[in-house]
C-alpha cells in the first residue's frame, strides 16, 4: 500500500520483494519514502509490482519490478524512487497503473501508455507484447480526456462529456463492447454509455464500473464473486445498471481484485463481490452478490471523505491523508 499525506509525504507498508514500496524490506507499518529531491508528490498510483509518483511539476517516479517496460527499462528490482527520465518533456497530470502497465494524462491532454501489451492493454493497436517508451495513443488526439483508468490488464478514458472508451483483454467483456472477445487493441467507444452522463469510471482485475452524474452505477465483466453486484455470479459484456443501488446516490466507487466498494452521499459505505479476506470489511469471510453496508462506527465517520481498493483489501480516509 502507498500513502500520500496532506504535507506531500509518501509513505509505503506491506510485501517489498521487488523494491515496490520503494525501501529495502518488507514493512508492517507505514515507513516513509524518500528520494525525491525537492519535488513535492500530489498524486501515487500503484500496479502489481510496482509504484508511480507524480510530482507538481509533472514529472514521474517509479519504482518496483520493471521486467515488462512498467518503469520505461528492463530492470528485476528497483528499491529507491527514480525519475522516469523518458517521460521528462511532458507534464503528467494523471497516472493509471495496471497489473504490468501504465497510462498517463498530460496537461496537453494527449494519452501515453507504457509497458506490457500482450492483451492490447496500452491500445496503441500494435501487436508488439511491451513498449519501455511512453507512446502517444493518436486515435485518441481528438477526444478531450477528464479522466484515465486501468484494471489489470484493459483501460479506459472518459470524456468530460461522458464519452467512454475502453480496450485491452476483454475474455469476460470487462470493456462493455457487448462481446467477450479475447482483446481490443485500440480503444473504442462504449455505446450503450453514450446517454448516461458518465462522471466516474473504475476497474478491477476483470470487471469495471461507472457512476452517473445522478449517482447511478453500472457493472460489467467477470461476475463470478458477485462483484458485479447484481445478485448473480453471472458476468456480463455490456454496462449493466445495479438495480439494489437505486434511490441511492453514490459518490465514490471504486474496485479490488473481485470487489467493489461505494460511498454514498450518506456517509454510508457499501461493498459487494468477493470476501474471503475481508475485503469487504463485514468480519467474516461470506461474500456477497449484493450491495451490502459494511459497518464503521461512528468514531471512524471522520474518515469517509474517500475510498480506495487494493488487490483483496479496502481503505477509507481523508482525501489528503
Known sequence: TVYLTSTRKVYSCGSNEFGQLGQ??????????????????FHV?????????IAESGLLFGWGRSLNGELMCKQDSLHEPKLLDKIMHWSVVQVACGAQHCI?????????????????????GSSEIEFLEPTIIASLNAFPISQICAGAYHSGVLSPSGTLFTW?????????????DSFQSS???????????????????????CRTRNGGVFSWGHGGNGQLGHNSMANVTQ???I??????????ICCGRRHTISLTDKRKLLGFGLNSNNQLGTHNDTSARL???????????RLLSCIAAGGDQSFSGSQNE
Open 168 to 180: 485491452g483483454k476483454n475474455n469476460w467483456g470487462q470493456l462493455g463492447h457487448g462481446n467477450s
Open 239 to 241: 454496462p449493466k445498471k
Open 291 to 301: 450491495p451490502i453496508t459494511i459497518p464503521i462506527s461512528l468514531a471512524d465517520d
Open 187 to 209: 480503444p473504442r467507444l462504449v455505446k450503450t454509455l453514450r446517454h448516461q452522463e458518465v462522471v466516474f469510471v473504475a476497474m478491477g482485475e476483470e470487471h469495471s464500473v
Open 243 to 252: 438495480m439494489e443501488l437505486m434511490g441511492t446516490t453514490v459518490c465514490q
Open 24 to 41: 529495502q524490506k518488507s514493512q508492517c507499518r507505514p515507513s516513509l519514502v524518500t528520494g525525491f529531491g525537492a519535488e513535492e508528490i
Open 45 to 53: 498510483a500503484a500496479g502489481d509490482f510496482f509504484s508511480i509518483a
Open 104 to 124: 498517463a494524462l498530460t496537461e496537453e491532454g494527449t494519452i501515453l501508455s507504457w509497458g506490457s501489451n500482450t492483451q492490447g492493454q496500452l491500445g496503441l
